[in-house]
């Protein structure tokens, strides 16, 4: 498996971006995928999965500003983030997310940073 994350940057609070992970070495189409974020000092929490139908959820500190979406023909999944705030600023993690029992077990891209100033 392979993911890799594009798009980070720095931004001004209010300002958007938008994320893409390209997966290789996969079936993509059958994956659930997820965004993931660690801010220093923090545990990395998730921010945004889509099920492999398209199934969105978000983290409720997210939700009305982020998007996830996916591109199964481009093997590409995408974080459209708009209306930063500088809370958001953190690294952001691609993952291939497989459900195990009650939990989920992850494959990690290496991380496109973001930083949102105010």
Not at 42 to 55: F, N, T
Not at 88 to 100: K, N
Request: contains cysteine; aromatic residues 10%.
């Amino acid at each position: 498996v392979q993911l890799v994350e594009s798009g980070g940057g720095l931004v001004q609070a209010g300002g958007s971006l938008r994320l893409s992970c390209v997966a290789s070495r996969i079936i993509f189409s059958i994956n659930a995928m997820g965004w993931y974020r660690q801010a220093p000092g923090k545990q990395r929490e998730l921010v945004a999965r889509i099920s492999a139908s398209g199934s969105p959820n978000y983290a409720d500190s997210v939700k009305g500003r982020f998007t996830i979406s996916r591109d199964n023909a481009k093997n590409t999944v995408y974080l459209q983030m708009n209306s930063l705030k500088p809370e958001d600023t953190a690294v952001y993690y691609c993952a291939r997310d497989i459900r195990e029992g009650s939990g989920w077990s992850h494959y990690w891209g290496q991380g496109t940073r973001v930083t949102v100033s105010s």
